[in-house]
């Protein structure tokens, strides 16, 4: 069972978006998915609630209690993705500790990215494998702005994921439905980009 934990210390830079996203496209790949929500906001855990009895499973809980779900989860899933809070606490250490994987969700912006640097930072002090996500992109930026944040980023040994997220309205709109682009709009770029940030994920898993 492959743990990943999604973390950043900065309000709405996409982390609930990309773990409801990256655990459908998992689904779509036929694996078995579940997802434990430590936000208090438990805006994964109402995206669930709209589901109905859709997969993947959403257990919402506190931090102290992670590492009980994960151990009784083990064996019923082949993912588990983690969504933490914005909030400095307990949640993103526990999730840190308990992951294979640590992704970092930002915007390419300079008070975002000193955010991820801190969030980068505390991964790093526990050793996990750490990626950030270049996220809500504008599509009509020139690309080379992704290209250049990831040299400075690399010079302070700080890996991207190749696959950058960009801004697309279908991200906000399936969310808000309970759902996510690749079942509302398969065919969708935001659908692409979503698929190869999985199977990029996959690849850093195995
Ligand atoms: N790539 C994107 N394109 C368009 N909208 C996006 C994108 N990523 C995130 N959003 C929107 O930005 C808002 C915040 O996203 P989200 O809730 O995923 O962030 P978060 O990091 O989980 O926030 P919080 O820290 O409050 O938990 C949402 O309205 C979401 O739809
Ligand atoms: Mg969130």
Redesign the pocket.
């Known amino acids: 069972m492959n743990i990943v934990a999604m973390a950043?210390r900065?309000?709405?830079?996409?982390?609930?978006?990309?773990v409801t996203h990256l655990a459908v496209a998992a689904i779509q790949e036929g694996k078995r998915v579940a997802i434990v929500d430590l936000?208090p906001?438990a805006?994964v855990a109402e995206w669930s609630d709209g589901r109905g009895e859709d997969p993947p499973d959403v257990v919402s809980s506190q931090p102290a209690r992670l590492s009980r779900i994960l151990t009784s989860m083990d064996g019923n899933y082949d993912l588990v993705l983690i969504?933490t809070?914005?909030t400095t606490g307990e949640a993103d250490r526990v999730a840190i500790e308990a992951a294979h994987l640590v992704l970092v969700?930002t915007r390419i912006q300079t008070a975002d990215i000193t955010a991820v640097l801190r969030s980068v930072d505390k991964a790093a002090t526990q050793a996990k494998p750490t990626f950030v996500i270049f996220?809500?992109e504008s599509p009509l930026r020139r690309k080379s702005v992704a290209d250049e944040t990831r040299t400075v980023l690399a010079q302070r040994g700080i890996k991207v994921a190749p696959q950058v997220?960009?801004?697309?309205?279908v991200?906000?709109e399936s969310?808000d439905a309970s759902r996510t682009a690749l079942e509302t709009d398969p065919a969708s770029l935001a659908a692409d980009e979503i698929r190869a940030l999985y199977a990029w994920m996959t690849q850093q898993l195995n």
């Open positions: 950043a900065k309000g709405g830079c996409g982390k609930s978006t990309l936000d906001q805006t969504d809070p914005p969700p996220n809500d997220i960009h801004s697309r309205i991200y906000g969310q």
